[in-house]
């Protein structure tokens, strides 16, 4: 018990300022990197390595494996190639997210607020009529692979284009529309496939809009034609069996907008304006 107490009061000692700011910061990137890849493939394969790695190191200690213990020690560089390779789409996640800002002016508000109140609406129709759709809405990060993978738009949003564009016979149904603020950029565009597990009734759209939202942080709204149900994906996970007004208050949420959709809905009440769907 003794020599315990001075290992640990040496080790007290030895602790300066500096050596506590490295421990806090190692600590908080590791437990950062391990939320990021929580609920992902990526973590599935990090416990896989974990466990070999382990394994040999044990083996090599209990067994005194020369040749093992040179590889542990010198595999050092390739460990760290091999890592950034495999967990390429965390990496580039987790800076891309360290460059948001989350900033968003007074004018950039008002202007989700109205491409939400707008795509609610259109997409409420479109699942009662069971017309499939796939909508994102652009945040802070700039969509332009996406988008060049379309057709440029760049009209004003409204309920009616979004309607035609989604039409049974339009050319263009069959792709995702990207809405960025009040304007549509572009239509018929391909997203990319998500690998994670989904249930068997989910399709293409919800695959492609549980890709984007991995990769970036566009919000999905997904209308489904073999069962008119709504859906909602973001941050790589998804909200399904969705109602007009679940769908609302999600899209507000994410967006940090409940105050202005609540001055809107008081607005419109006062004056008497028909808030139905249409």
């Known amino acids: 018990m003794r020599e315990l107490l001075t290992v640990i ?8 300022p500096a050596a506590v700011v490295d421990i806090v910061l190692v600590s908080v990137s590791i437990y950062w990197l391990l939320l990021l890849l929580r609920g992902t493939t990526a973590m599935t394969v990090l416990r896989g390595a974990a466990v070999v790695l382990a394994g040999a190191a044990l083996l090599s200690r209990a067994l ?13 560089t390739g460990l760290v190639l091999a890592l950034a390779l495999v967990f390429q789409p965390e990496i580039r996640r987790a800076l891309e997210r360290l460059g948001r800002t989350g900033l968003r002016s007074h004018r950039r508000r008002e202007e989700d607020l109205y491409a939400i109140e707008a795509i609610v609406r259109v997409a409420a129709r479109l699942a009662r009529q069971q017309r499939g759709a796939l909508i994102v809405i652009e945040r802070e990060t700039g969509l332009r692979e996406v988008t060049d993978t379309g057709v440029p738009v760049g009209a004003e949003l409204s309920g009616e284009l979004l309607g035609s564009i989604f039409a049974p016979n339009a050319p263009l149904h069959d792709g995702a529309v990207v809405v960025r603020l009040d304007r549509i950029v572009a239509a018929g565009c391909t997203l990319p496939l998500s690998d994670s597990p989904l249930p068997a009734e989910h399709g293409m759209r919800h695959r492609a809009a549980l890709g984007i939202t991995e990769r970036t942080d566009a919000v999905v709204v997904v209308v489904s034609e073999e069962r008119g149900e709504l ?32 001055e809107a809905g008081r607005a419109a009440d006062a004056v008497g304006v028909d808030r139905r769907p249409v």
């Open 64 to 76: 005194d494996l020369p040749v093992v213990n040179w590889l542990l020690r010198n595999s050092l």
């Open 9 to 16: 009061g040496d080790a007290l000692d030895r602790l300066s």
């Open 231 to 262: 859906a909602l994906a973001s941050n790589g996970r998804m909200l399904t069996g969705l109602d007009e007004a679940r769908l609302s208050r999600q899209l507000l949420r994410l967006f940090a907008l409940e105050d202005l959709g609540v």
